[in-house]
T-cell receptor, first 113, second 113 residues
């Protein structure tokens, strides 16, 4: 079945550091890929998404590129802020079925001032 | 602004109690979802409703009973829960058939004593 594997956390960075959170997936066909973020005490918010190979999703300085050849969707940000501290989830939606979102286990990011 | 609201935000209940969680979406979507988020585990999809009809039930114990009276409201009725059911319960909604984004509510933090 479909699956998503994220790098294990927690990740701790200093403010203005470069961030990479790795995500790889296993799925048939051409899934859509998502990054969701969960701030403390809140639900999940969509951060960015990509629906086909080589698409780049971006939002709030975060980027991720859909790489079908490596089945990856790594999240990057050039300069993190304290306010980026949260849990980040990679997810996929199989082609033709929006209702089966499969999530990774989440990566806790803490940014120190 | 999430567009998906959940009440209550926090709930403590005994194992013999009956309670209900409520979700309301203000986005005009036609599909709604219940997820369970437990510590150190990936999000688990519990139920999916599309056009007010349950289309998915992922082997959830019968002590959880969903209800979708219309496309904007979703309930999760709880009875005779176990301590291991303590978790964050997230509601989400989406629109469309293929690879559409799910929008999440803030969740209900449930503690079963």
């Amino acid at each position: 079945g479909d699956s998503v594997t994220q790098m294990e956390g927690p990740v701790t960075l200093s403010e203005e550091a470069f961030l990479t959170i790795n995500c790889t997936y296993t799925a048939t066909g051409y899934p859509s890929l998502f990054w969701y973020v969960q701030y403390p005490g809140e639900g999940l918010q969509l951060l960015l998404k990509a629906t086909k190979a080589d698409d780049k999703g971006s939002n709030k300085g975060f980027e991720a590129t859909y790489r079908k050849e490596t089945t990856s969707f790594h999240l990057e940000k050039g300069s993190v802020q304290v306010s980026d501290s949260a849990v980040y989830f990679c997810a996929l939606s199989p082609s033709g079925s929006a209702r089966q979102l499969t999530f990774g286990s989440g990566t806790q990011l803490t940014v120190l001032p | 602004e999430t567009g998906v609201t959940q009440t209550p935000r926090h709930l403590v209940m005994g194992m013999t109690n009956k309670k209900s969680l409520k979700c309301e979406q203000h986005l005009g979507h036609n599909a709604m979802y219940w997820y369970k988020q437990s510590a150190k585990k990936p999000l688990e999809l519990m139920f999916v409703y599309s056009l007010e009809e349950r289309v998915e039930n992922n082997s959830v114990p019968s002590r959880f009973s969903p209800e979708c009276p219309n496309s904007s409201h979703l309930f999760l009725h709880l009875h005779t829960l176990q301590p291991e059911d303590s978790a964050l319960y997230l509601c989400a909604s989406s629109q469309g058939q293929n690879q559409e984004t799910q929008y999440f509510g803030p969740g209900t933090r449930l503690l079963v004593l």
